[in-house]
């Protein structure tokens, strides 16, 4: 999680002195729901996080760099310049890389999961994370019923973090809460708070392992406050004030800390010593990112088929 | 009782629409074949519009001022029924009349709803029908032309069996076919230079006038002078004097403007091997005649052995050719085509020429001068008054 | 024997599931029921397990088809009718098309669309999207107008490692039968001369290409002989057979079912007026369908789309030019 907010903050530093073209895109706030899915997912799993889950990204292996190399515009990132920012993946690892159309991931995950079952693999699961604006998409409803319909080994991480841009709950979903949703798409539902790292670990721990074991697909939903601004270029100065001092409005960073401090599990010393890593770990991983070639678009090869003998002509 | 339309008859090829001018009857007329409707004007002629049959004019839409298609109904004419099956064939509908406009939204009060398929290019001239037929090159046939070398002067020989009656690929490769078995020797490179510039000149419409001159005055002036004046330099100085006077002739049409020559340089046609070269004295009309001789002399050498340089035979305003040295006693000289004039000389020869006051004839050596001109820019007139003029002075050659 | 242009889509089905472990197919009624056409009639009892029901979300059902893809599965999805295609329009051509480009993972699925008129189908029961699809980089889209080609393409299509979008005509479905299957075919991406000419080039695709060949019969009874191009693909497009035939006719009419604003045939004549300029003899024509939606009275219908009097018609305007 610390990896997660140090990169981000990073991010957010690179980006307002320029360095970073396009949008930045930040999960201050929800990396515990984040990471606690990344954790439990294992190899042969499949992944498809969303704009908000750095944190989750880490956890399921992404080697930092790749982060680092696809916003800055390397040429050796996983996306080679060719998408940006959050829009990466490794999908032959299992790490699928969204497209920007909220809810698309939902369909593709349980797709997956299906090739999987027909591969006879077992005890797989598929993960995918949603925002609460996300989960009004026809997209999504489509996706999330054909999962029920499959009874597919689906978790679905919903974070309600309040608002989608500058759209506030009141304006996104008529229900009383998300998780009554998942009745109608024949999930499973599960919330939990998502400030609480350990109750993340625990709720999102115990959904996964019902997928797991086959007992149907699983929605879970969190709640916090999203502490950033939709992405890095808008201030968020439409969030109400009010909620700012309520309990969901909680650094579930800075609680996590207090806690594990608190029960003696790490020292001051320790935790001194591991951001002080982590940070190291971060500057190398950017500047090596940042010396690294663009894409050039003389040398690019502009095809867009695998068949390359298929491709259209086109003079001039 | 019936009516049939008054419609714009077709008044000429390619002529597609025409202005009415004149109407010369009102609704309610009596009208039989014989009676002319209404008049309408194409091309500086004015033609009358007539129906087809006895009638009664029922209503007259055409307004005078107004173009209308060819086709258009003008007007209608009341009938009997049995004329109106013979006659009653259908037309286009006439334009809607003028619409008001309220001030402010055009400059003009009114728009004319005016036809809607023709738009006059200049007022009340015919507009040509569109672009095809025998005229008509394709970019497939352009192509093919191209990459043998020829023009749209080559096709001129060529009967086509297109659309239209033009020229196809096929016709093209046809006739190219059927000449090889002809004998070909190669055009040279002068020819061919010659060749694009006739082609290039006889786009416009060239006419010639042509005037018998009395030469025994300029040759009696010839014996006594030293140097010796060719006679061609004889005809080139009064051409010179007589443009100076007024070089209207020596005129260019580009547009709508006629350009006339800064200065008046006159060329003349020298025989080269396979061509012809033209160098030009500067300012003629400003230049005695004994003080051009030099100056003529030298160009005439560096011309027949083709070491003219460039600025010699460039931007004159009008050519003089002596064809008389071949022994012609006329010819249409056809001017290059960045001028308007070319006056040719005939040889001369011995003639009668009746006196008035011995009231007999006598013996004279007299040519015959051809002046070709550019009729855009002048008519037949002014290109005999050039000639007269230029005779004139040829006949008191000591002016010169 | 014969069969028909709908029984070689379900044999190159069968042959795909029978070949290929990988494949399955998946849209609205393909199981039991057979499909809305009896396009998978039996091939669920054949092949259990392969052949799935899917609930009425395209959006959904090309998602799973990309995801299933990704881990090495080809799926074959059935739209129930093309028009339909445009609820998984978003999933077709911003996720399935740009997979390659930006993550090297190639998306083999092939995508069906019952395409194109039949009577009374009506404005959404009869498009032919072929244009909207070709337009989107990443994608190949096949539109075979006959029978031997519905078979030998098909199979290809589930062979080509990118997206196919196959747009099967359904009033061919049972107006057109062949003798038997093939046994070899012209590879995806090349077109071919359906009726060799002299006169003009048509270049047409799909059920037109039989609106075509009545028309070129016709004009042959005046002694003109045309020449007839089926570019059985539209993406890729076989610029330089059509090329050729403009080169040895001087002429191009390009004939679609499609509407009008840009489209297969405004690309077609793009290509030969910049590519091909030299070659014509005169201005290349178009023909389409109007610019409304498609009408469901047969009365309208039958004058919506270029039908061979209307395509004889533009034969003889193009052959005066």
């Known amino acids: 999680m610390l990896l997660a907010r140090f990169s981000e903050d990073r991010l957010s530093s690179l980006w307002k002195s320029g360095k970073i073209v396009g949008g930045v895109y930040l999960g201050r706030g929800q990396e515990a729901l984040s990471v606690s899915l990344g954790l439990h997912l294992r190899p042969g799993d499949v992944y498809a996080p969303l704009i908000r889950d750095q944190a989750g990204r880490l956890a399921f292996g992404e080697p930092l760099i790749d982060g680092f190399r696809t916003y800055l515009g390397s040429r050796l990132g996983p996306m080679r310049g060719r998408d940006g920012n959050i829009h990466r993946g490794r999908p032959r690892e299992g790490y699928l890389a969204m497209i920007s159309h909220l809810g698309c991931m939902v369909s593709a995950v349980a797709g997956s999961l299906m090739a999987k079952r027909f591969h006879g693999d077992t005890g797989v699961v598929g993960a995918t994370c949603i925002g609460d604006g996300g989960m009004s998409t026809g997209s999504f409803h489509e996706a999330m019923n054909l999962a029920g319909v499959e009874k597919l080994p689906l978790v679905v991480l919903a974070v309600n973090n309040q608002y989608a841009y500058s759209t506030p709950t009141t304006r996104q979903f008529a229900c009383k809460n998300l998780v009554d949703r998942a009745i109608g798409y024949g999930f499973a539902g599960h919330t939990v708070d998502g400030t609480q790292l350990d109750e993340c670990l625990a709720t999102i721990g115990h959904a996964v392992a019902l997928a797991r074991a086959g007992k149907g697909p699983q929605l879970v939903v969190g709640t916090v406050l999203r502490l950033a601004g939709h992405a890095e270029h808008d201030d968020a100065s439409y969030v109400d004030p009010k909620l700012r001092e309520e309990k969901i409005a909680a650094d579930c960073l800075r609680l996590a800390e207090e806690k594990l401090l608190a029960e003696g599990v790490l020292t001051s010393a320790d935790l001194a010593t591991m951001k002080s890593q982590l940070l190291t770990e971060i500057d190398d991983a950017v500047s090596q990112a940042q010396q690294e070639p663009v894409p050039d678009a003389g040398t690019e090869d502009w095809c867009a088929l695998s068949s390359r003998h298929l491709v259209d002509g086109f003079n001039g | 009782m019936p009516l049939i339309p008054i419609i714009m008859p077709q008044l000429g090829e390619s002529i597609a629409e025409a202005t009415v001018v004149n109407i010369r009857t009102q609704v309610g007329d009596l009208v039989n074949s014989e009676s002319d409707i209404l008049d309408v004007e194409t091309n500086k002629a004015v033609m009358s519009v007539n129906v087809p049959c006895s009638g009664k004019i029922a209503s007259l839409t055409a307004e005078v001022g107004h173009s209308y298609p060819v086709g258009t109904a003008l007007g209608a004419l009341e009938v009997t029924a049995e004329d109106a099956q013979r006659h009653g064939n259908s037309a286009t509908p006439a334009p809607e009349p003028e619409v008001e406009i309220p001030a402010g939204k055009t400059n003009d009060a009114t728009v004319k709803k005016e036809d809607i398929q023709v738009a006059p290019t200049v007022r009340g001239l015919p507009v040509p029908a569109k672009a095809q037929g025998a005229s008509f090159i394709s970019p497939r046939l352009k192509a093919r032309m191209l990459e043998l070398g020829l023009r749209a002067s080559d096709l001129s020989g060529i009967p086509g069996s297109g659309s239209g009656g033009r020229v196809t690929v096929d016709d093209l490769e046809k006739y190219l076919a059927g000449l090889s078995k002809n004998r070909t020797t190669p055009a040279s490179r002068m020819r061919i230079a010659v060749a694009d510039a006739m082609r290039r000149s006889w786009t416009r419409p060239l006419a010639t006038v042509g005037l018998y001159v009395n030469l025994d005055p300029l040759l009696a002036h010839r014996k006594i002078s030293q140097p010796k004046p060719g006679p061609t330099l004889y005809v080139i100085r009064a051409l010179a004097v007589a443009l100076g006077e007024d070089s209207i002739a020596a005129g260019r049409l580009v547009g709508a403007n006629i350009i006339h020559p800064n200065s008046i340089d006159i060329g003349f046609a020298v025989e080269a091997a396979d061509g012809v070269l033209v160098p030009v004295i500067r300012n003629v009309d400003q230049v005695a005649l004994k003080d051009l001789v030099e100056e003529y002399s030298r160009l005439v050498e560096l011309a027949r052995s083709r070491r003219l340089p460039p600025d010699t035979f460039e931007n004159s305003a009008a050519t003089v050719t002596n064809f008389g040295t071949f022994g012609l006693t006329w010819a249409t000289p056809i001017p290059l085509p960045e001028q308007s004039l070319l006056l040719g000389l005939g040889a001369g020869r011995k003639a009668p020429h009746w006196d008035e006051e011995i009231e007999d004839f006598l013996p004279i050596t007299e040519a015959e001068l051809t002046l070709s001109f550019d009729h855009r820019v002048i008519d037949g007139g002014a290109a005999g008054k050039l000639l007269t003029r230029v005779a004139s002075l040829l006949i008191t050659p000591e002016a010169l | ?321």
């Open chain 3, 1 to 321: 024997m014969s069969i028909t242009y709908l029984e070689a889509i379900r044999e190159a089905q069968a042959r795909a599931l029978a070949d290929d472990p990988r494949v399955f197919i998946y849209g609205q009624d393909v199981g039991e029921f057979g499909g809305a056409f009896k396009a998978t009639k039996n091939l669920a009892r054949e092949f259990p397990g392969r052949v799935l029901d899917a609930p009425i979300s395209e959006d959904a059902i090309v998602g799973t088809a990309i995801g299933a893809a990704i881990e090495g599965m080809r799926p074959i999805v059935e739209m129930q009718f093309a028009d339909f295609s445009s609820v998984g329009f978003n999933q077709i051509v911003n996720h399935a098309a740009t997979l390659f480009w930006r993550t090297e993972v190639s998306c083999p699925i092939t995508v069906r669309l019952p395409s194109g008129g039949n009577l009374g189908s009506g404005p959404f029961h009869s498009q032919c999207m072929e244009a909207l699809y070709a337009h989107y980089p990443g994608l190949i889209v096949m539109t075979p107008a006959t029978v031997e080609d519905a078979y030998s393409m098909l199979l290809e299509a589930v062979a080509i490692d990118d997206p196919v979008i196959f747009c099967e005509h359904k009033y061919l479905y049972y107006h057109l039968k062949a003798e038997a299957l093939p046994t070899d075919a012209l590879p995806a991406g090349k077109a071919r001369i359906a009726r060799p000419g002299r006169d003009a080039t048509i270049v047409t695709y799909s059920a037109m290409l039989h609106e075509c060949l009545a028309a070129a019969e016709e004009l042959a009874l005046d002694s003109y002989q045309i020449e007839v191009v089926d570019l059985r693909t539209v993406k890729p497009i076989d610029t330089d057979t059509i090329l050729a035939s403009v080169a040895r006719t001087g002429r191009l009419l390009a004939v679609g079912e499609a509407f009008p604003w840009g489209g297969v045939t405004a690309e077609i004549i793009a290509r030969v007026a910049t590519e091909g300029y030299e070659l014509l003899d005169a201005a290349p024509q178009r023909l389409n369908a109007r610019d409304t939606p498609i009408p469901y009275h047969p009365n309208l219908w039958a004058a919506h789309r270029p039908t061979s009097p209307a395509i004889v018609n533009a034969l003889r305007n193009l052959l005066r030019l």
